[in-house]
């Protein structure tokens, strides 16, 4: 007799439906619908799956929205053992709902999960907990142009302990929230702020992870650029404090006056599946893309002398936030109000094309959930 137990996760999960009693009218759905906003209001149902060292993972469900019932030792609470990914589901001409590039968000929440030592989830199991989300509520998708229904699957040790090791009770969830336009009124251009005093993250520590304590500790330098007329800051690397990383949530990219994009390299940014399709369409326009790192120096004498000519942040949330002006406390780059860059708007409209299936999809970036 074999005494070995399957192990549950080398299945793709069977999800349970507990349709919710209480989901918003028709009404009520579209007048959120009109204006969304951002991250405000959610949809009628949520996923749940449970994992536990002894069982895997198991129990996934599809459930009404609501409140999670945690114990105040739960060690999330306590250690911040979290980490999350955010992707949007977008409506098509053709009635069908696409998401842009899952699989890399599944692979880099395994590549979170391993750093913050919790389970990896599979990447078959992470497309499916859309899926089943977008099937019940896929009348959350906005068709207005540019919005869509962002997509946020996280995952938090649940175990109520306060020794410290890694948690060996693990919740993952997917919450979905109808976005509107990023940019009210077209996008415009910002402006950021170099922290000099703050990082983000340190040599061997999570900045390549997408958890909740980078963004915890992105928030003080992020209050103090709003002081500053800034709406995002900008981080430095943490050993010498001399080359650009990222800001608290989006990556960077630097444009040359020879149609060059440069984006930094290193070990503490989060690489962003934004930047990764950015570099391929610059490189199938034939542009020279380079991944280096580059120094607060280069982008200064590169803006002064006039070989930088663009500047623009990008993330999911925002697609391409063009750049205006680089401030610190000791020099100003660019001028007050610049106008978006002519490649930073042009990259923007062709990657929004691809992901709302305007352009063909060469590369095959779309999966259909619905
Ligand atoms: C999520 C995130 C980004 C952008 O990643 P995308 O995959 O493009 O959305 C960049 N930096 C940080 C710190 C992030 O958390």
């Given at each position: 007799m074999t005494t070995t137990a399957p192990t549950p996760t080398q299945f793709p999960l069977a999800f349970a439906l507990t349709p919710s009693t209480d989901a918003r009218a028709e009404a009520e759905r579209e007048a959120i619908l009109a204006d969304p906003g951002f991250g405000k209001h959610f949809t009628d149902h949520m996923v749940q799956i449970e994992w536990t060292?002894?069982?895997?993972?198991?129990?996934a469900e599809v459930i009404p929205y609501g409140k999670i019932s945690l114990d105040p030792a739960a060690s999330v609470f306590h250690y911040a053992q979290e980490i999350f990914e955010g992707l949007k589901a977008y409506r098509h001409a053709d009635g069908g709902i696409y998401t842009f590039r899952p699989e890399m968000n599944a692979q880099r929440l395994q590549r979170s999960a391993v750093r913050l030592a919790l389970p990896e989830l599979s990447t078959a199991d992470f497309i499916e907990s859309l899926r089943q989300l977008v099937a019940v509520d896929g009348s959350w998708v906005p068709d207005a142009p540019e919005t869509s229904l962002y997509l946020r699957p996280f995952e938090i040790s649940t175990e109520?302990?306060?020794?410290?090791?890694?948690?060996?009770k693990v919740g993952y969830f997917v919450i979905a929230s109808p976005a509107g336009t990023?940019?009210?009124?077209g996008v415009s251009p910002v402006n950021i702020w170099l922290s000099t005093?703050?990082?983000?993250a340190g040599r061997g520590g999570m900045g390549a992870a997408k958890t909740g304590g980078n963004y915890a500790s992105s928030l003080l330098p992020q209050e103090l650029a709003y002081e500053k007329g800034c709406a995002q800051v900008l981080f430095l690397d943490s050993q010498e404090g001399k080359y650009i990383e990222e800001l608290g949530g989006m990556n960077l990219f630097l444009v040359y006056r020879d149609g060059t994009l440069v984006t930094p390299e290193s070990d503490s940014i989060l690489a962003g599946i934004t930047r990764d399709s950015i570099m391929q369409l610059a490189r199938d326009r034939g542009h020279n893309v380079e991944i280096r790192q580059v120094s607060i120096e280069e982008w200064k004498a590169g803006s002064e002398s006039g070989d930088i000519v663009e500047a623009f942040a990008c993330g999911t949330a925002a697609v391409i936030a063009p750049v205006a002006q680089l401030r610190s406390e000791h020099f100003t780059l660019g001028a007050a109000g610049a106008p978006a860059g002519e490649l930073t708007m042009s990259l923007r409209q062709e990657l929004t094309d691809i992901q709302y299936g305007r352009l063909p999809d060469k590369h095959g970036w779309l999966t259909r959930l619905a």
């Open positions: 060292l002894a069982d895997g993972w198991h129990n109520s302990f306060l020794g410290v090791r890694s948690a060996q990023y940019f009210a009124g005093e703050y990082n983000r």
